[in-house]
């Protein structure tokens, strides 16, 4: 038999380790199937999304997947339900597509992610070198420097990634700034490559004029001029994200609100999650230190979150309650 001290020192061991044992346990999750976030290729997204797992899997319990895929594709998921979350959602980039997958109620707007911008671009050692380049109407006139080396005779710009949103908005605005006749339009095949060629391009000081958009570690690694375009135009800039645009009209890009969508059937059994997704917002100067931690660091989308995790719980810390606070950290 026990002694009762013993008895009792033993039943209040056994007390606190269940007890213990039950608090770091996470919650069953909301929904018994793995949650589907969409995976597209820019650093930005690949953080974000390895930030919210993470905070899921560890604080809520669920299991998750990413599914690779890109801009316009990720959209049509997200209606089907193929996907339950595209975290970063660039809307200028996608205004016509958006509006018309909103309507039809398969999907949901729920939290404002950062304020991006977007822009055509040169070295500021170009613009040092061309002192009238200024606007992008003034790029027939300069062709010559730009000249792409599988068509000599015209310049090259350098558009958005091949199937991404802001490829139909650079392709639209570059033939409303009548362009064809002096310029090839180069979409690459990959957000990768882009970036390649444009880092190698900028180290060999060679003159370039390209699509960009930030918060990025190029955008904030290079020495950039942007380039003017003409005023801002509502309903110009509209035709410009719509794949059909007859007509395209130049505009400015405005100011690019980046928010969180989900699939309106996966914000009904998720209630939970949808609330936290709802809460992420990161103020664009803290994702500015974040993308170029990622860039000096050379580390992964999944060591870069951690790092942000571990770094800036003042600020996630706001977008879950307590009790998931508490396993989020536990298991940093």
């Known amino acids: 038999m026990f002694h009762p001290v013993c008895k009792t020192v ?17 919650p069953a999750c909301e929904i018994d199937r793995p949650v589907n976030f969409g995976g597209m290729n820019w650093e930005s997204n690949l953080v974000v999304v390895e930030i919210e797992r993470f905070i899921m899997e560890k604080g809520y319990g669920c299991k998750t997947e990413v599914l690779p895929t890109e801009t316009l594709p990720a959209l049509a998921a997200l209606q089907r339900g193929d996907l339950d979350i595209n975290s970063e959602i660039w809307l200028n980039s996608v205004a016509d597509p958006w509006d018309k997958a909103e309507k039809t109620g398969k999907v949901k707007r729920i939290g404002e992610l950062f304020m991006g911008g977007e822009g055509w671009f040169v070295p500021r050692y170009t613009a040092e070198r061309l002192k009238d380049l200024r606007s992008a109407a003034d790029l027939p006139k300069f062709k010559d420097a730009f000249a792409d080396p599988e068509e000599p005779s015209k310049g090259r ?3 958005c990634p091949a199937g991404w949103g802001c490829e139909v908005t650079s392709a639209n605005l570059f033939h409303a700034l009548k362009l064809d006749d002096t310029y090839t339009l180069y979409s690459p095949g ?5 970036k390649a060629a444009l880092m190698s391009a900028y180290k060999r000081k060679q003159d370039v004029v390209f699509y960009y958009w930030y918060p990025t570690p190029l955008v904030g690694a290079m020495d950039l001029v942007k380039l003017e375009l003409p005023p801002y135009d509502a309903a ?4 410009l994200t719509a794949p059909g645009c007859s007509d395209p009209k130049p505009s400015a890009y405005p100011e690019n609100p980046v928010f969180t969508a989900v699939n309106t059937r996966f914000s009904e059994e998720a209630p939970q999650l949808t609330a936290f997704l709802s809460k992420v917002t990161i ?18 989308a999944v ?3 951690r790092w942000f995790l571990t770094q800036q719980d003042a600020v996630w810390t706001k977008w879950v309650d307590a009790n ?5 950290k536990a298991a940093l």
Not at 283 to 300: I, V
């Open 157 to 159: 710009f350098y558009g």
């Open 324 to 328: 998931v606070a508490q396993r989020v």
């Open 236 to 239: 110009a800039h509209k035709c």
């Open 10 to 26: 033993a039943v209040a061991a056994v007390l606190f380790a269940c007890a213990t044992g039950a608090q770091a346990a996470a």
């Open 303 to 305: 060591d870069v979150a």
């Open 283 to 300: 103020p664009r100067e803290l994702m500015d230190k974040t993308l170029a931690h990622m860039e000096e660091s050379g580390d992964e």
């Open 190 to 194: 990959t957000g990768a490559a882009q």
